[in-house]
């Protein structure tokens, strides 16, 4: 029997309990995956095989397995999935949940839009889609079904706010977030035209403060028939390479940029995902409708690593696999070299608990990068101006 029979049982029982499902094989099939992801660290199909036990002798036909669930049409990413992170989300409805939307291409082929949750200094995976596209810029309509659905999906939390980068401000999404009554924080590009902090309109580079200098503007216009009305954040940050504008249905204010920088940590998901702990650029799956079911393979194993990470923190174990006096690694990383652990070391395997509304330990794996994160960005001036409607 394998040695990663724990980790499969765990898995198996959480799929089994939560997950809404056509076949057990189906919840079988997936539960080895995750396990076999876990240990090997490779999102490839031929890599499990050492992993899995099989009645069968040729390691093809362990491949074919893997193959016939990716390809199987009949399996539901989102009854199988969703219900996981859900219950990792059971503690947050009332507090404010972030989410961020980004896209991410692979091989020049392939573009993957990304609902995340921002959670603890990382991202983990809530929704995505898989085009075959080959561009990062994606039409509106392409991701509108996902934000239909987390609307659905997070009925139940009140404070949800979406992070976006400067390719999805458009008039679409402003609209769609005004019926939602989501909170946003969406940076936009140098060449939209605003309406109310000149006499004419001007477009955003026209309207840069001097560098160090931030100007907080309420009431503006956007694009050119000035329609949607949003308050406005224009900062030029020393040593950032570009001024940031960053529009928000909230007073502006300097945690505004605080909370669009938050975005950035769907980067070091998509990092994970590809290269830091899955390989998923190193999978031979060329269909789109496949490529949505191997990453549901990593969603689980980053969802349950990353629970089972926060478990090691709170359990007091986390100096058994993170060298650093302080927390060094995220909490991705603590969970799979725990549960790595559970089948190399005979440790034991841990409850995962939902995910942690407030981090007990910031990650820093430096003093460099602790002194840098604690800088406190100096504006030499700093102006809030009221835009009158036209």
Known sequence: MSNSTPIYSQLFSFLRQYSHYRDLRHLIALAWMVSALICSGQLS??????????????????????????????????????PLVLLALKDWQSHRLYLALDTTVLWNQYCMIHLSVVCCGRAVP?????????????????????????????????????????????????????????????????????????????EVRRLWPSKGEAVLYRNVGLWEDGIYRCDLVLANIRGVKEPWAVITDESPTLQTLWQYALRFRVEELFLDSKSGAFELEESKIR??????????????????????????????????????????????????????????????????VPLLINDPQLCFASK??????????????????QCKTI
């Open 287 to 352: 269909c789109a409708d496949a490529l949505e079911r191997l990453y549901l393979v990593a969603a689980v194993a980053l969802l349950f690593s990353t629970t089972h990470g926060m478990a090691v923190q709170i359990e007091g174990l986390r100096e058994q696999v993170d060298p650093h006096w302080r927390r060094g690694i995220s909490y991705l990383k603590i969970g799979l070299r725990w549960l790595q652990g559970v089948v190399n070391k005979g440790r034991p395997l841990l409850m995962p």
């Open 126 to 202: 809530f929704l995505w889609l898989v085009l075959e596209h080959k561009s990062a810029a994606v039409a509106f309509e392409e991701y509108q079904p996902l934000l239909r659905r987390a609307r659905w999906l997070l009925r139940q939390h009140p404070d949800v706010m979406l992070l976006a980068d400067r390719g999805f401000a458009n008039h679409q999404l402003m609209s769609w977030l005004q019926q939602s009554h989501w909170h946003y924080c969406l940076r936009i590009p140098c060449d939209v035209i605003l309406h109310g902090p000149r006499r004419c309109p001007r």
């Open 45 to 82: 199909l031929s890599a499990w095989e050492s992993y899995v036990p099989s009645r069968a002798k040729k390691a093809q036909s362990v491949e074919r397995r893997w193959q016939r669930f990716i390809s199987n049409k009949r399996i539901d990413i989102n009854k199988l999935y969703v």
């Open 368 to 385: 460099k990068a602790r002194k840098k994160y604690y800088d406190k960005i100096w504006f030499s001036r700093i102006r809030s101006l």
